[in-house]
């Protein structure tokens, strides 16, 4: 774990006053720019909610000569917006090119030929990873669990994040908690609405006490749709255990009522109906990319915290006991 200030004058100043709390997510954003954006990068993932915002204002202010020459992928409706107002240029994770093969080794071939060389070189159907992704989180744990998808966006987000060569947190101090479901109280789920009443009661007799739709409120009457139109689930738990925790003889498989974060996600993403669960978990992708695999993991290399003392504290997950611990 790191601390380090963030000093003002280096950041633009703001536009108006903002409150403790903004300007702790604001200081971490610009800290987790300052330390994983490159001008160098092609595919920058941006995701959802309020914390991203400081994120892209400070992708912006490395002005359009950086910026024009990236591609932004958003991880829903409102970061495509705020890319697009803050002038960067949009992709969109679906249509990311195939890696880039050097083009003299295919010269003279013919299109089957170049079809088996592709298989050859190992990179037939792979596609491109983006360089990072910046996104912000419910709540995190101490092996950089979190939740997600307090704003709706967690599937894109999860698209997004694995598809990244490092997912980077940015949130405020409030989001740092020891055990996920510690103050943020449920899991948010993305599910088929047609699916909602079986997967309710599923998740009852998992441990949940009272599954709830999600609803609109003022903004919208009847359930919240997500930009894939779907509907959220917020299930409650018990506070998740650490894999570490398993030590102690707990299995956190759910039999004792405790659930460990890696075993409930995995067990809420088998039920049908399910388009995604709200836990980012498993491998992040400094362990992908040592395993020699394509693209990213759910859980960040790196996590960003804005403190109410001014300073940012960053948690790397190569520090991170446990981090290591998921095959
Ligand atoms: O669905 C929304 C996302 O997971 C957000 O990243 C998360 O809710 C954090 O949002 P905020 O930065 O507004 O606290």
């Not at 963030?6 to 300052?34: C, G, T």
Request: glycine share 12%.
């Amino acid at each position: 774990m790191a601390t380090a200030s963030m000093p003002e004058n280096a950041m633009p100043p703001a536009i108006h006053k903002l409150d403790n709390i903004e300007a702790a997510k604001r200081r971490a954003a610009y800290k987790a720019v300052e330390d994983h954006f490159d001008t160098s990068y092609r595919y920058v993932g941006i995701g959802s909610g309020s914390t991203v915002v400081y994120v892209v204002e400070a992708i912006a202010a490395k002005g359009r000569d950086v910026t024009s020459k990236i591609v932004f992928i958003p991880t829903g409706d409102q970061s495509k917006q705020l890319i697009i107002e803050a002038g960067l240029p949009l992709g969109s994770i679906d249509s990311l090119p195939p890696v880039e093969i050097e083009h003299s080794k295919l010269d003279g071939l013919s299109a089957l030929q170049v079809a088996t060389g592709l298989q050859d070189l190992g990179l037939k159907g792979k596609r491109q990873s983006l360089d990072v992704a910046f996104d912000g989180a419910d709540e995190i744990d101490e092996e950089l669990n979190c939740i997600k998808g307090g704003g709706a966006c967690l599937f894109q987000e999860k698209l997004v994040a694995t598809a990244a060569k490092k997912f980077i947190c940015v949130a405020d101090s409030r989001k740092l908690q020891p055990r996920l479901l510690t103050k943020w109280k449920t899991i948010p789920i993305e599910i088929a609405p047609f699916a909602a009443p079986t997967i309710k009661r599923i998740l009852i007799t998992l441990g949940s006490p009272d599954p709830v739709i999600r609803q609109g409120g003022s903004a919208k009457a009847g359930p919240v749709v997500t930009d894939n139109g779907m509907w959220i689930m917020d299930a409650p738990f018990p506070p998740l255990l650490l894999a570490s925790d398993l030590k102690h003889g707990d299995h956190g498989d759910g039999e004792n009522g405790t659930w460990e974060v890696h075993h409930l996600g995995r067990r809420l993403k088998r039920i049908v109906g399910v388009l995604e669960v709200g836990l980012f978990h498993g491998r992040n992708g400094l362990q992908v990319a040592s395993a020699g695999e394509e693209g990213g993991g759910q859980k960040p290399v790196a996590a960003y915290f804005g403190m109410e003392n001014g300073e940012v504290e960053v948690r790397n997950a190569a520090e991170v006991l446990g981090s290591k611990s998921r095959p």
